[in-house]
């Protein structure tokens, strides 16, 4: 049973940085391509980037794009999200996915992938 598990999540004030941390197991995850995702209460859950498995393509949506950097270390299983600059829009549950398909395009939305964490909650204040 693949399981992923977030961490990295809290309060910091605006224009400071977090860096999230995604470990999957159960699975391989080298052949996964990965993603963020984040979610306010009563909004639907909204792409924040993906990282294809071998780490070469990356997309970020774009409220995020400059700010924030997906990575991943495949050795250790684990996927990462620098969040820079932060603004207290960028305060939500931040979700990370796991793409088993190998679809050659990393995906941005929900239905592209079928394993998911449970989520970390990132607060900004402002």
């Known amino acids: 049973q693949v399981q992923l598990v977030e961490a990295g999540g809290g309060l910091v004030q605006a224009g400071g940085s977090l860096r999230l941390s995604c470990v999957v197991s159960?699975?391989?995850?080298?052949?996964?391509?990965m993603g963020w995702f984040r979610q306010d209460p009563g909004k639907e859950r909204e792409f924040v980037a993906a990282?294809?498995?071998?780490?070469?393509?990356?997309a970020y949506g774009a409220p995020v794009r400059g700010r924030f950097t997906i990575s991943r270390d495949n050795a250790k299983n684990t996927m990462y999200l620098q969040m820079n600059s932060l603004k207290p829009e960028d305060a939500a549950v931040y979700y990370c996915?796991?793409?088993?398909?190998?679809?050659?395009?990393?995906?941005?939305?929900?239905?592209?992938?079928?394993?998911w964490g449970q989520g970390t909650q990132v607060t900004v204040s402002s």
């Open positions: 996915a796991a793409d088993r398909t190998l679809r050659r395009i990393v995906g941005l939305l929900t239905a592209d992938y079928a394993y």
């Open positions: 159960g699975g391989t995850f080298r052949n996964y391509n």
């Open positions: 990282i294809s498995w071998s780490g070469s393509n990356t």
